[in-house]
């Protein structure tokens, strides 16, 4: 929904100014939008509501980290979010130990909505400007999500956003793999018996991206760096309007790496076990121009050789057929506003939404 933003700094108009604009509306366009911000505005209000009277329940406090004393509630403290539907005031209980313990400082309630200490925008706010800032320049990603939600953040709070995911998704990556490789294999991702019966495709590419010479800093000479990529997905078929057999990729999952071939395989051996390797009826593989990202796809696939029918085929990673000649020599420059391992990080971290967001 592309939404009229409001003039800087100002507060959202009360009820009866939304009122006014819906009734003064004369195009379909406005008419829309007044009643979109009512419905925000409604919004803001529901979730205030459940918030205020959650947080009057009884609150059951943990014992003193320090002395082992029980907490004791120091009355209620206000808390602010700006969220997907604008920001957000409640007041919840925050409790201290009765002995003045350094450290004791406590606020269940803000764990159980699982937010931290200082955070200031909502999870699901962030998502999407994460997911925006994958495919266009920081500048431009707020822009957009401003337009798309009406909630305006800087470009710089983009860039803490996508810090803040890349480094949690990569330590989770890293502990999924470390426990792989210890033996414990990750869980099979849940798959409707129609996906599960189609045919496993793993592709496997290299993206080179210009990244910064210096962190923290747009001087000095453009430094290109690969982007291993791969795509794995389920292949289904379909009869189009000329009656001829098209083929779609299904269930599309992601594995990203800035780094060499030590860091990539393990991550995409591990996505591939996630997504039914081991049960596929049909493997196939694909590969693009990059010798190494084929031997790498080729040392993967080999894992499951005896289980599976393994074809090479050379396809883009899109999924179209991709010249012979283009091949070796195709530079896909991303210009996607990332820098340094924020890259692959918010690959991986665009699978994990779109894993958790999945159906
Ligand atoms: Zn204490």
Same mark, same amino acid.
């Given at each position: 929904m592309l939404t009229p933003l409001p003039k800087e700094s100002s507060e959202p108009l009360a009820w009866s100014g939304l009122l006014d604009q819906l009734q003064k509306s004369q195009t379909l366009a406005t008419l829309v939008i007044a009643a979109w911000q009512m419905g925000l505005h409604i919004a803001r209000i529901l979730v205030e509501q459940q918030l205020n009277e959650r947080a009057q329940q009884p609150t059951s406090w943990d014992d003193c980290p320090v002395c082992g004393h029980r907490l004791h509630s120091k009355g209620f403290a206000s808390r602010q979010m700006l969220t997907l539907v604008g920001r957000v005031q409640w007041r919840r209980r925050v409790g201290r130990c009765p002995n003045g313990c350094a450290g004791s400082h406590s606020i269940p309630f803000d764990q159980v909505l699982g937010i931290e200490p200082y955070q200031q925008s909502s999870v699901e706010l962030m998502r999407l400007g994460c997911l925006l800032a994958i495919f266009v320049p920081f500048e431009l990603a707020a822009w957009l999500l401003a337009q798309l939600s009406g909630i305006r953040v800087s470009d710089d709070s983009l860039w803490q956003w996508v810090q803040q995911y890349g480094k949690q998704s990569t330590h989770n990556w890293e502990a999924a793999v470390e426990d792989w490789q210890k033996g414990h294999s990750p869980p099979v991702e849940d798959l409707s018996e129609a996906l599960a019966a189609m045919p496993l495709l793993i592709a496997a590419d290299g993206v080179t991206v210009?990244?910064?010479? %210096?962190?923290?800093?747009?001087?000095?000479?453009?430094?290109?760096?690969? #982007?291993?990529?791969?795509?794995? *997905?389920?292949?289904?078929?379909?009869?189009?309007?000329?009656?001829?057999? #098209?083929?779609?990729?299904?269930?599309?999952?992601?594995?990203? #790496?800035?780094?060499?071939?030590?860091?990539?395989?393990?991550?995409? %051996?591990?996505?591939?076990?996630?997504?039914?390797?081991?049960? *596929?009826?049909?493997?196939?593989?694909?590969?693009?121009?990059?010798?190494?990202?084929?031997?790498?796809?080729?040392?993967?696939?080999? +894992?499951?050789?005896?289980?599976?029918?393994? +074809?090479?085929?050379?396809?883009?990673?899109?999924?179209?057929?991709?010249?012979?000649?283009?091949? *070796?020599?195709?530079? #896909?420059?991303?210009?996607?506003?990332?820098?340094?391992?924020?890259?692959?990080? *918010?690959?991986?971290?665009?699978?994990?939404?779109?894993?958790? +967001?999945?159906?």
């Open positions: 210009p990244l910064r010479p %210096q962190v923290g800093s747009p001087k000095g000479k453009t430094r290109w760096r690969e #982007v291993k990529v791969a795509i794995l *997905a389920r292949l289904s078929h379909r009869v189009n309007q000329n009656g001829k057999q #098209v083929t779609r990729l299904q269930q599309r999952r992601l594995v990203a #790496v800035l780094g060499d071939m030590q860091r990539f395989q393990p991550r995409l %051996q591990l996505e591939a076990i996630r997504q039914g390797v081991e049960t *596929a009826p049909k493997l196939s593989g694909s590969v693009t121009g990059h010798e190494a990202s084929g031997d790498c796809l080729r040392i993967v696939l080999s +894992s499951w050789q005896s289980v599976c029918s393994i +074809s090479i085929m050379r396809l883009l990673i899109s999924g179209r057929p991709l010249r012979p000649i283009k091949m *070796a020599t195709q530079r #896909v420059r991303l210009r996607c506003g990332l820098s340094g391992c924020a890259i692959s990080c *918010a690959m991986a971290m665009f699978i994990a939404f779109s894993t958790n +967001s999945a159906g």
